[in-house]
C-alpha cells in the first residue's frame, strides 16, 4: 500500500484543529511542535500510534501530550515530510522506515514510521546533544577497560532502550579524548555526533552516505581504520564482515538485541544458515574479545540505572563458543574476574546494597535468580558481621 496521496488536505485538517498554533505553515509544524514538547517535557520517545492519543515515553512510563487520537492517515502526513529521501523510498517500498531527523535549533531524532494493524505508526526518539563521558553512565568500573583494546570484536547486548548506544558512544569518547586513533562509525541513524579530538572520527550514516551497512562496513576497510563501530549487527552479511575485520587486526565495536552473554554469541551463530554454523562459532570464537551486556531498571533515587554482565573472553570461553557448549560461558565470568569480567547477579547485588535499586526489581532482572538470592544473602551477612 502506497503512503496517502492526499497529505496537504489532512495537514490543512490537523492544523485547522484547535489545539494547533494558528501560525504554523510548515509540512513539519505539527510533528516539530509535538517533538518541541517531548523534550520539554524530558520524555525519550514520541508515540503515534491509530487510534491512541499522542504519547511520550518518560522514564519507562507512557503519557499523553493530546487527547485527540489520530488516524494512520494522519500520522503519514505527519511523519513523511521529516523523512529523509531515502527513508521515504524505504517506506513506499515496505511500508517501513528508519530516518534521522534534525529541528534547527531544538534537536535531533531518530524517526521509525511502520505499520500495525494496516495503519501507519511512528516511534520517534529524541537523540542526545551532548557524548556522554563513559564515568557518567554509572556503569561498573571496569567496563572502561574495553577503550583499552586494540583489536577484536566487542559486542553489547541488550533489549531495545537499554542504553547499548550511549554506552558505544561512552566507549568511543574516551578513546577519542586519549588516543590517536583512527575511527569510523556507521550508523542508522548516527545517534552521537562526535566532534575529532585526539582521534580522528568518520560518521557515515546509512541512506544518506551508504545505501546499507554491508557496503559500508566493505568500503569503511579500505579507508585504513584502527577501530569501527557498526551501530547494529542486522543481517549476517554485516556480521561476516565485521567479525572478519576484526579476525585480521581491527577492533570493531557493536550492538545487538540480545539479554545476556550465551544468547549474544548464540544470535550470530543462529542467524546463519546451518550447514554455516559451524564455520561462524570458529570464526566468532577467534574474533570476539568482549561481550557486555546491560539493562536499565528503576532507581530509587528517580530515574532508571544501568545493570550489566561483561565477559572478557579466555581460552576457555572460546572453546566452549567452538563446541557450541553456550550453557557454559556463565561460569567463564566467574572464572576471568581478574581480567575484568563481571555477572549480572553480582551487578544487581551492588545496586541493592548501595540503595539504588529494589531487590524485588533485582529479582526480577536476574538470569540465574539463584545465584543472585546466595550473593544477597552473602552480602547482608558481611554487613551484619561489620562492626
Not at 537523540?127 to 557518567?136: A, G, R
Not at 555526533?193 to 559500508?216: K, L, W, Y
Given at each position: 500500500m502506497?503512503?496517502?496521496?492526499?497529505?496537504?488536505?489532512?495537514?490543512?485538517?490537523?492544523?485547522?484543529?484547535?489545539?494547533?498554533?494558528?501560525?504554523?505553515?510548515?509540512?513539519?509544524?505539527?510533528?516539530?511542535?509535538?517533538?518541541?514538547?517531548l523534550l520539554a517535557r524530558g520524555g525519550s520517545d514520541l508515540l503515534l500510534v491509530p487510534g491512541a492519543p499522542v504519547c511520550i515515553l518518560h522514564e519507562g512510563g507512557v503519557k499523553n501530550i493530546e487527547a485527540e487520537p489520530l488516524n494512520g492517515s494522519e500520522i503519514e502526513a505527519i511523519v513523511l515530510p521529516a523523512l529523509t529521501p531515502h527513508a521515504l523510498q524505504q517506506y513506499r517500498a515496505g511500508q517501513i522506515a528508519d530516518s534521522s531527523y534534525r529541528i534547527a535549533g531544538v534537536g535531533r531524532f531518530r524517526i521509525n514510521l511502520h505499520r500495525e494493524r494496516g495503519q501507519a505508526a511512528a516511534a520517534i526518539r529524541a537523540?542526545?546533544?551532548?557524548?556522554?563521558?563513559?564515568?557518567?553512565l554509572r556503569l561498573p568500573p571496569s567496563v572502561e577497560s574495553l577503550s583499552h583494546l586494540q583489536r577484536g570484536l566487542v559486542l553489547i547486548g541488550g533489549p531495545a532502550g537499554s542504553g547499548k548506544s550511549t554506552t558505544l558512544a561512552g566507549l568511543i569518547h574516551e578513546i577519542n579524548r586519549r588516543d590517536?586513533?583512527?575511527?569510523?562509525?556507521?550508523?542508522?541513524?548516527?545517534?552521537?555526533?562526535?566532534?575529532?579530538?585526539?582521534?580522528?572520527?568518520?560518521?557515515?550514516?546509512?541512506?544518506?552516505?551508504?545505501?546499507?551497512?554491508?557496503?559500508?562496513?566493505?568500503?569503511?576497510?579500505?579507508?585504513?581504520?584502527?577501530?569501527?563501530?557498526?551501530?547494529?549487527?542486522?543481517?549476517?552479511?554485516?556480521?561476516?564482515?565485521?567479525?572478519?575485520?576484526?579476525e585480521t587486526g581491527h577492533l570493531v565495536l557493536s550492538t545487538i538485541h540480545t539479554t545476556d552473554v550465551a544468547s549474544t554469541v548464540s544470535r550470530i551463530s543462529d542467524s546463519f544458515p546451518v550447514e554455516r554454523q559451524n564455520t561462524i562459532r570458529q570464526e566468532l570464537a577467534m574474533a570476539l574479545t568482549a561481550v557486555l551486556t546491560q539493562v536499565l531498571l528503576p532507581c530509587k533515587t528517580g530515574g532508571r540505572m544501568p545493570v550489566a554482565e561483561l565477559l572478557m573472553m579466555s581460552y576457555g570461553a572460546?572453546?566452549?563458543?567452538?563446541?557450541?557448549?553456550?550453557?557454559?560461558?556463565?561460569?567463564?565470568?566467574?572464572?576471568?574476574?581478574?581480567?575484568?569480567?563481571?555477572?549480572?547477579?553480582?551487578?544487581?547485588?551492588?545496586?541493592?546494597?548501595?540503595?539504588?535499586?529494589?531487590?524485588?526489581?533485582?529479582?526480577?532482572?536476574?538470569i540465574h535468580p539463584d545465584d543472585l538470592e546466595i550473593l544477597l544473602k552473602a552480602e547482608n551477612q558481611t554487613r551484619a558481621a561489620r562492626p
Open positions: 502506497d503512503p496517502s496521496p492526499d497529505l496537504d488536505r489532512i495537514v490543512s485538517e490537523l492544523n485547522a484543529r484547535p489545539e494547533a498554533d494558528g501560525d504554523e505553515a510548515s509540512d513539519t509544524a505539527i510533528l516539530d511542535r509535538w517533538l518541541s514538547t537523540l542526545p546533544s551532548k557524548v556522554p563521558q563513559l564515568s557518567e590517536a586513533r583512527h575511527i569510523v562509525t556507521i550508523e542508522d541513524p548516527i545517534e552521537y555526533e562526535h566532534t575529532h579530538v585526539r582521534s580522528v572520527i568518520e560518521q557515515v550514516e546509512i541512506g544518506t552516505d551508504a545505501p546499507d551497512f554491508p557496503t559500508a562496513l566493505r568500503a569503511a576497510l579500505r579507508q585504513a581504520p584502527d577501530i569501527i563501530v557498526v551501530g547494529e549487527m542486522r543481517d549476517i552479511e554485516t556480521m561476516q564482515i565485521a567479525v572478519a575485520a576484526a572460546r572453546q566452549h563458543i567452538r563446541h557450541n557448549a553456550l550453557q557454559h560461558l556463565h561460569q567463564e565470568i566467574t572464572l576471568t574476574k581478574k581480567k575484568g569480567s563481571f555477572s549480572l547477579e553480582e551487578s544487581l547485588v551492588k545496586l541493592v546494597s548501595q540503595g539504588f535499586i529494589d531487590r524485588e526489581d533485582a529479582l526480577l532482572c536476574a
